[in-house]
């Protein structure tokens, strides 16, 4: 059978570095066109020199690049990604960047008919109805790499007769910590999450529980369900990916260990199934026990937050992002508490006026804009803080 041709769009990041260990299992079935990382030119060199892509891109260039022309076809920042996008050797791509720098690049491959395994959710929350129905008029697929989107992929048969999705929430960190104990939480104990080794941006939000809101958004465009069709069960042993419920009542769920490999290998690989880089066989028996409780909606106010804007729609769920963003990055710098971060993004949701049908022009300078709000709204809580 011909190898699928695959590149990876962040591929120096975690779900990138995962992504290159099922590769290098799965040889004889892909050959890599391109690799693009953003400022660890060092890694994505070394990974250029293991993998011998066809294609390299620096995202973020800066003077001291060094000059490796000649030895690869290198490409520099956005309209580099865009390229190794559009390049129509590829038979799919891995959008394994982070933040609103996957939304073009995954554009561009879906107007080449390109399918996508979609590791960036901010694609899909910032432009969730332009790149769904472009994915559909293209025929493409998108097949989600996040685990528990991956895990209802896995549970669907037949979406027509399924009721609800039930998406499953380890709790991060502070799951049954209280308030006063993670009001001054630090940096470090935020990074520290029970089940999951990822990227700081998505771990914090781990902690907030705003990765769970980002998801309901994303499931939400994914499979075409309503919002009050799509629950959140807390799920501390992270075995339990995530589950649907039948018309009929029937539960599916799909259950594994925690590990990205494999929603990765099944993502770039469906719809066959390869043994690649399979964990150890998982044991029933070796599972004590697995909970499950109700998320906690007011330690953890985001998930309230990101179903209001997932319901309101449009350029709702931008500012959402956006907002979030800019402010997990101010607490990632030491500028603000964790608590800030919702308070902050709340406070800019709400001073929002929101566009229903934004075209993605609208949507890039909306983020824009919200960021440079946040930013300003930033400085006023470091200065009081000081
Ligand atoms: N990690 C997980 O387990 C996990 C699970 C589900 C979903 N996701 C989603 O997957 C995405 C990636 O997460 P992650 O944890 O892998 O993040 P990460 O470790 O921070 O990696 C981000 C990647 O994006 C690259 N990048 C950033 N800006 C770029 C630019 N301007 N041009 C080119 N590349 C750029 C980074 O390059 P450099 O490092 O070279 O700068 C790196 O390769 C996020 O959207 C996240 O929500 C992650």
């Not at 791509?93 to 491959?109: D, E, M």
């Not at 390109?114 to 432009?127: R, S, Y």
């Not at 309901?216 to 075995?239: C, M, N, R, T």
Request: a negative charge.
């Amino acid at each position: 059978m011909a190898k699928r041709k695959i590149s990876i769009i962040g591929s120096t990041g975690s779900i990138g570095r995962q992504a290159l260990e099922v590769l290098e299992k799965l040889q004889d079935k892909f050959e890599i066109i391109g690799l693009a990382g953003g400022s660890n030119i060092e890694l994505l060199f070394e990974q250029a020199e293991r993998f011998q892509p066809k294609y390299l891109c620096i995202g973020k260039p800066d003077k001291q690049t060094p000059d490796v022309r000649g030895k690869f076809d290198v490409l520099f920042g956005e309209s580099g990604l865009e390229e190794i996008c559009s390049n129509k050797e590829n038979d799919i791509i891995l959008v394994a960047v982070s933040g609103k720098i996957g939304l073009k690049p995954t554009l561009k491959a879906i107007e080449n008919g390109i399918d996508i395994a979609l590791a960036n959710k901010e694609t899909l929350v910032m432009a969730g109805d332009i790149v769904m129905k472009k994915a559909k008029e293209n025929n493409v697929k998108v097949i989600p790499v996040d685990s528990e989107h991956c895990a209802i992929h896995q549970c669907i048969k037949d979406i027509n007769q399924v009721e609800k999705l039930i998406i499953t929430a380890s709790g991060g960190p502070f799951l049954h910590k209280s308030v006063e104990d993670i009001k001054d939480a630090t940096v470090e104990e935020t990074l520290k999450h029970p089940r999951w080794n990822m990227g700081q941006k998505i771990t914090v939000d781990s902690a907030t529980l705003m990765n769970k809101g980002l998801e309901i958004i994303e499931a939400h465009h994914l499979f075409g369900f309503d919002y009050d069709k799509i629950e959140v069960v807390v799920h501390p042993q992270s075995i339990v990916h995530s589950a649907i419920e039948y018309k009929d009542g029937s539960v599916i769920a799909q259950l594994g260990v925690p590990s990205m490999h494999i929603p990765i290998q099944y993502a770039i690989s469906y719809p066959e199934r390869f043994e690649g880089i399979k964990s150890k066989s998982f044991s029933f028996s070796e599972i004590a026990r697995l909970d499950f409780e109700k998320p906690d909606f007011e330690k953890f106010p985001f998930l309230n937050l990101a179903y209001n804007a997932g319901k309101q729609g449009g350029s709702a769920t931008v500012v959402l992002n956006a907002a979030n963003e800019e402010a997990v990055f101010a607490f990632l710098r030491g500028e603000i508490k964790l608590f800030d971060i919702y308070r902050i993004t709340k406070n800019i949701y709400d001073s929002s006026e929101f566009i229903v049908e934004p075209s993605i022009d609208e949507i890039l300078n909306i983020d824009e804009e919200i960021r440079q709000k946040t930013q300003a709204l930033i400085k006023s809580y470091v200065t009081v803080q000081k």
